[in-house]
């Protein structure tokens, strides 16, 4: 397989050959492809050559003429960012998704200094997203095949080269302390303990509460650390909030985080004429549905029950044509210049987008006050960077 320079990391303009294209066929089909120019990028509606591709900018459309009809098809060609992966990646796991994810890293205040801890990997959707802003991943997954499969993966985007360390581990079990001797993707130089010196955690996991008091010696000391527990029921919110109040987290709040699509739509104002006419219009259409009926029985006791006999209603007093705006008639184009208008906001009726709870609190595990920090702070000499 071929490895990648980090396209999630750093961006390039040119589709070049040996490149993770992600191919954009509609908004709910999106294939990873890897560039070879050899190969062609079958659809449905015909085959797009790599060639094609090759050497166009990142964003561009590719057209080909469609077999049988001879119309266009085409396909987008785009660069990778965690977001597009996230809606096109294998899923092995459930996974987290942007709404989730955005806000989890901005309320831990993710950053390029940050050091994140990870339970577990899973299909690794979120790791892609910590990958591109943290300064350091520490990664975790039990499960020996997702644990391949994600290490492969992350070798193949070129994130284990950049900031992404995984470890085969049962973190509930075992902790989050990386020595030589386990298995994972992390190169030890001098020594043969990994200082993880974590100032966010993100546990995905179905039972946090066993993890939590073993990240005491993995977080940093010095900092305020900021803890996620991503859980889809109640009760394990419960569970968890009561393992951090036990070890010392603080600040805990649970968000629910729904998403909502809000429509601007123009809404037809009607008028107590229209409601009148429309009143008007019923007691027309009901009498006259029971002198039809009267007709048919008399049609029918004559023996004359041919249905040509039967008279049709007629026409109903409001033209179609004129649109009863409360009743039966022509449907009417939203925006239509002769009726009046509104703007309103219409909202989903349905929140499709609960995945989880999000239980999030801090930690301080040393309150000292370490006089040269808040001396350099007031000369403004300190290093801000950290
Ligand atoms: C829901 S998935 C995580 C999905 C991931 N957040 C993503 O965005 O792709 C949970 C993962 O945690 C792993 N897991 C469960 N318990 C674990 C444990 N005690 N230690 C390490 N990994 C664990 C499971 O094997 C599974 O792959």
Request: proline share 4%.
């Amino acid at each position: 397989m071929t490895s990648y320079q980090s396209q999630f990391t750093d961006y390039k303009d040119l589709i070049q050959e040996g490149d993770l294209a992600l191919i954009w066929i509609s908004r709910g089909n999106i294939k990873a492809v890897t560039i070879d120019a050899k190969e062609t990028f079958n659809t449905r509606y015909g085959s797009f050559s790599h060639t094609d591709m090759i050497g166009k900018p990142y964003g561009s459309q590719i057209a080909i003429r469609t077999r049988g009809t001879g119309r266009f098809a085409f396909i987008h060609v785009l660069q990778p960012t965690p977001e597009l992966w996230t809606l096109s990646l294998p899923h092995r796991t459930q996974i987290v998704y942007t709404p989730d994810s955005s806000y989890i890293m901005q309320r831990m205040n993710c950053g390029p200094h940050t050091r994140v801890i990870e339970a577990g990997t899973g299909s690794g959707s979120f790791s892609h997203a910590f990958a591109r802003t943290v300064e350091k991943l520490f990664t975790y997954e039990f499960h020996p095949v997702r644990y391949e499969q994600a290490m492969q993966e992350f070798k193949d985007h070129g994130l284990l080269n950049e900031n992404v360390t995984i470890t085969h581990r049962d973190v509930c079990e075992d902790g989050f302390t990386i020595k030589e001797s386990d298995e994972t993707s992390a190169i030890f130089e001098s020594k043969n303990e990994i200082d993880l010196d974590a100032t966010a955690v993100f546990l995905d996991l179905p039972a946090p509460w066993d993890a939590i008091h073993h990240l005491d010696k993995v977080i940093a000391q010095d900092q305020q650390v900021g803890v996620c527990c991503f859980s889809p029921c109640i009760e394990q919110v419960d569970k968890t909030i009561e393992s951090l109040e036990n070890n010392g987290w603080t600040n805990i709040e649970m968000v629910e985080i729904q998403g909502r699509q809000y429509e601007s739509r123009r809404q037809m104002v009607r008028s107590m004429e229209d409601a009148m006419e429309r009143c008007r219009d019923i007691k027309r259409r009901k009498k006259e549905g029971i002198e039809q009926k009267r007709l048919r029985i008399e049609a029918e006791s004559n023996g004359e029950i041919n249905a040509s006999s039967v008279p049709t209603p007629r026409e109903p007093f409001t033209e179609k044509s004129k649109f009863n705006p409360f009743g039966k008639g022509t449907r009417v184009k939203e925006g239509d210049p002769d009726f009046k208008w509104k703007q309103v906001t219409k909202i989903e009726s349905e929140i499709k987008s609960h995945t989880s709870y999000l239980t999030f609190a801090t930690k301080l595990s040393s309150r000292t006050r370490n006089d040269t920090i808040v001396q350099q702070c007031l000369n403004g000499t300190s290093d801000t960077s950290k």
